[in-house]
């Protein structure tokens, strides 16, 4: 019978009346890129980051039909001048920086006129180095090695790299050490040796692949002239509250100001790297000192006009999200 209601309300028109009931919520999807490799081919995607392009597409078309996408100004609006939003209203966003999200997902965005936001950890912008994550998801996934033994932070890893199922598991697990607490220096320097034990030592960039790489300036400025708003994610993707506050106010301030002055207009939106690990008290003061007006982290709740507009919620959606049980998942929030 539950089944039954669900398909009645998911797959006929009957979706826009129990919209209706939920009326003032705000729904933010949260994605990271579209891709147009398959998982565990070119790249990896172990942790499903990348949607493939045509389900993004596909997952687009289904909630435009049922959902009004607003700006980053409307938004703002909304939370600091008491303005209405249009019926059952949804925001998409990305965070920080992919390449493909200009080369996959930014003409599909364009055909729907669909409006984003873009969350930048600046300093990866232009420069081929990549994140620590990726460095650490190229070497697993493409490693001769069979196992990797190693000591991470005081702990004896033995990790066995058999299958694709066995690298996700290593990769996964080293994750969890080292977004445990670790500042953004010493999360470097263990990505390296890990690198250097799988056969791929000093490596510091990750070239021709867009699911690795990041944006350029160019294509940043193309995409902002057509719809695409950006907001700041740090300078250097840290976790905020692992750092010193004054290195906290570098990381913030400096990313605002880079995309101020490459893209001309003010930027009032963040992005918590590593989502509500964060945020605390003490960070929101700081990005309200500094000028901005929205914060994003992640949490999967939707929003209403009480929310925290320094902390508004988002939903994740990666590889192998359905669009049926996001738009089920939103319902029953
Ligand atoms: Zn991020």
């Known amino acids: 019978m539950k089944s039954f209601i669900r398909h009645i309300i998911l797959d006929t028109q009957a979706v826009r009346i129990p919209l ?8 933010i999807l949260c994605f990271h890129g579209v891709t147009t490799h398959g ?16 389900a993004f597409k596909d997952l687009l078309e289904y909630l435009l039909k049922r959902f009004n996408p607003i700006t980053l100004e409307q938004l703002t609006d909304y939370y600091y ?22 080369h996959h997902a930014f003409p599909v965005l364009k055909s729907l006129n669909c409006p984003a936001v873009i969350f930048l950890s600046t300093g990866y912008i232009e420069n081929r180095t990549g994140f620590w994550v990726e460095r650490l998801e190229y070497s697993i996934h493409n490693t001769k090695f069979e ?12 990790l066995p790299l058999n299958s694709n199922e066995e690298k996700e598991t290593a990769y996964r697990t ?6 445990g607490g670790s500042r953004l220096s010493a999360i470097e320097e263990a990505v390296r040796l890990i690198c250097d034990r799988l056969g791929f030592p000093a490596l510091s960039r990750i070239d021709g692949n867009e699911d690795y790489r990041f944006l350029t300036w160019d ?7 057509h719809g695409i708003s950006f907001g700041a994610h740090t300078v250097h993707h840290v976790n905020l509250t692992f750092e010193d506050l004054e290195k906290a106010r ?13 893209l001309g207009r003010e930027c009032i939106a963040f992005c918590y ?20 007006k929205l914060g994003f982290q992640l949490g999967g709740k939707l929003n209403d006009r009480d929310t925290n507009p320094m902390l508004l919620n988002r939903i994740p959606v990666g590889w192998g999200s359905r669009k049926e049980d996001l738009f089920w998942h939103i319902l029953r929030s």
Not at 20 to 27: A, T
Not at 42 to 47: D, P, Q, S, V
Not at 174 to 179: G, Q
């Open 219 to 225: 294509e940043v400025k193309e995409m902002s002239a």
């Open 273 to 292: 790297p590593y989502g509500r690990s964060g945020y605390n008290d003490k960070m929101e003061a700081l990005l309200k000192e500094s000028g901005f």
């Open 39 to 54: 998982r565990f081919c070119k790249t990896a995607n172990f942790e499903g980051r990348h949607v493939h392009k045509d």
């Open 81 to 102: 001048a008491g303005k209405t939003l249009p019926e059952n209203p949804l925001f998409i966003t990305f965070d920080d920086g992919f390449a493909n999200n200009y």
């Open 174 to 179: 080293i994750l969890r050490f080292l977004k």
């Open 147 to 158: 196992r990797l033994r190693t000591s991470l932070l005081d702990h004896d890893l033995d």
């Open 250 to 262: 570098w990381e913030t301030q400096a990313s605002k100001h880079e995309l101020e002055s490459r």
């Open 20 to 27: 209706r009931f939920k009326k003032g919520i705000l729904s």
